[in-house]
């Protein structure tokens, strides 16, 4: 059974920096595509970073020099840095994972960045 925990979410002024972990069992993250997602309140979900198994990585132009995305595969592990937030940056933060393996995709339960001052 594959479980994603995110964690690190949180309140935060503008300005400030939260990092989000995603910690995977039952897939192993290193032959996995994965993704952080968001979904503001009344918007759709929207990408925000990802990483594949080479460890290519991609952002969207709104986090761009600001987030951060990462693996440690010893960790089974994803982060997502985000420094610089700023308010409109506030949404649920999803982690998202395809497992080449099983040609399946896996979601978190989401964790809350809410960024005010």
């Known amino acids: 059974q594959v479980q994603l925990v995110e964690s690190g979410g949180g309140l935060v002024q503008p300005g400030g920096s939260l990092k989000l972990s995603c910690a995977a069992s039952?897939?192993?993250?290193?032959?996995?595509?994965i993704g952080w997602f968001r979904q503001a309140p009344g918007k759709e979900r929207e990408g925000v970073s990802c990483?594949?198994?080479?460890?290519?990585?991609d952002y969207a132009d709104s986090v761009k020099g600001r987030f951060t995305i990462s693996r440690d595969n010893a960790k089974n592990t994803v982060y997502l840095q985000m420094n610089s937030l700023k308010p409109e940056d506030t949404a649920v933060y999803y982690c998202?994972?395809?497992?080449?393996?099983?040609?399946?995709?896996?979601w978190g339960q989401g964790t809350q960045v809410t960024v005010s001052p």
């Open positions: 990483i594949n198994t080479w460890g290519k990585t």
């Open positions: 998202y994972v395809h497992d080449w393996y099983s040609d399946n995709d896996f």
């Open positions: 039952g897939v192993t993250l290193a032959y996995s595509v």
